[in-house]
Each structure stands twice: as structure tokens, then as C-alpha cells.
């Protein structure tokens, strides 16, 4: 069974928005609010049944397991993403340096900037290279500690539900399955309580 954790790609993204405040003319009435739609309890296991299914996206994504791996490779990734923008910095430097040196530079000074300058280019490239193999690496290595922690658990459930068969939502291609045959909530409520309590952060 493969399990498929949270894969977030390298890089980092700004996204800016404004908001305009109006001074309305009088007060608005509030719109009456909707009572919110109370959530549907859990259908119950079909007795009897022998089959059953998992969402292993969402126990990735709900359990406590799932949240501290993905926190793991969000740091990762962001102290990668750190140390390639200050070389990329550093490589503008020497380029605008160089382009905007004119008349004041010699040629041989100017060589040597642009010299410099490709050399951190090709360092840069092969530090991005690295920095995307390291961060794969470390989710091969969550992925297989996740996977030996949840397939006992998985097969615990099943047990106690005397189900001989289960399946994954997305690998199986199952098109439409009886809600009440999802054993996913089960399994996180019981990798949830395997798990160790996390260390205090240290400030």
C-alpha cells in the first residue's frame, strides 16, 4: 500500500491584498444570519460487512502523525528557500556591479565580477539541485515511518470490524463506496493516540 503524504513544492510565494474602507452614509442593518447546517453524524458500519476502505489523504492530512511530517518538510523547505535567495542576492550584486560599473571598472576588473558572478551562478544551480534532493529524501523517510506506523493500526481497525478486505480511496479506483464503510476516522483516532506527545518548543 502506498501512503502519499502532503507534498508541498520548493519555493516560496508572496501574495499581497488591499482592502479599501468605505464610510457608509447610515448604518446597515445586519443581514439575518443563517443558522449554521449542523454536520451529519457518521454513518454506522454496515454489520457484517467484510470490506472496507480508507482515505489515506485525510489520515495524512487530519492526524497529528500526518501534521508534525508536514511541519518537518515546511521548515526543511523554507531554510532551503532561505539559503537560495541570499546566493541569488549575492549573484545580482555582482551582476549590477558589473553592468553598472561603466567606465570606472577596468576590463580585467570587470572580468574578474563576471567570472565571480558565473561561478556563483553554477553554485546556485547545483544548491537548488540539492536543496529539492534533500527535501524529497527527508519525504521518502517520513513516508516509510508513517507507512510502518499505520498499516498495524490499519489492520487493528479492520480486526475489530471483522473486515477481511481494505481498500485506498485513491488507489483503487473506486467510484462510489457506502460512507459507513470508511474506516479512516477510526485509524486516526487510533494513530493519534499512538503518537508520543510532542516536545516543548525550546525558545
Not at 516560496?12 to 448604518?27: D, G, I, N
Amino acid at each position: 500500500m502506498k501512503v502519499s503524504l502532503v507534498t508541498v513544492v520548493l519555493g516560496a510565494s508572496l501574495v499581497a491584498t488591499s482592502v479599501y474602507a468605505q464610510t457608509p452614509a447610515a448604518p446597515a442593518t445586519p443581514p439575518a444570519q443563517q443558522p449554521a447546517a449542523a454536520p451529519q453524524p457518521p454513518r454506522p458500519f454496515p454489520e457484517g460487512a467484510k470490506v472496507a476502505w480508507v482515505n489515506l489523504q485525510r489520515i495524512a492530512s487530519e492526524s497529528s502523525e500526518g501534521k508534525v511530517a508536514r511541519t518537518k518538510i515546511e521548515a526543511l523547505q523554507t531554510k532551503k528557500t532561505t539559503e537560495l535567495q541570499d546566493r541569488q542576492k549575492q549573484l545580482k550584486a555582482l551582476q549590477d556591479k558589473a553592468s553598472q560599473g561603466g567606465t570606472v571598472l577596468s576590463d580585467a576588473a570587470r572580468a574578474q565580477l563576471e567570472k565571480e558572478a558565473e561561478r556563483i551562478q553554477v553554485d546556485l544551480q547545483r544548491a537548488s539541485q540539492d536543496a529539492q534532493a534533500e527535501v524529497e529524501e527527508l519525504q521518502r523517510e517520513l513516508q516509510l515511518e508513517f507507512q510502518k506506523k499505520l498499516l498495524p493500526l490499519i489492520e487493528k481497525v479492520a480486526a475489530e470490524k471483522g473486515v477481511q478486505l481494505v481498500f485506498s480511496l485513491g488507489d483503487s479506483g473506486l467510484v462510489w463506496a457506502d460512507l459507513g464503510l470508511d474506516l479512516s476516522a477510526d485509524v486516526i483516532k487510533r494513530l493519534d493516540g499512538a503518537a508520543p506527545a510532542a516536545a516543548p518548543v525550546k525558545k
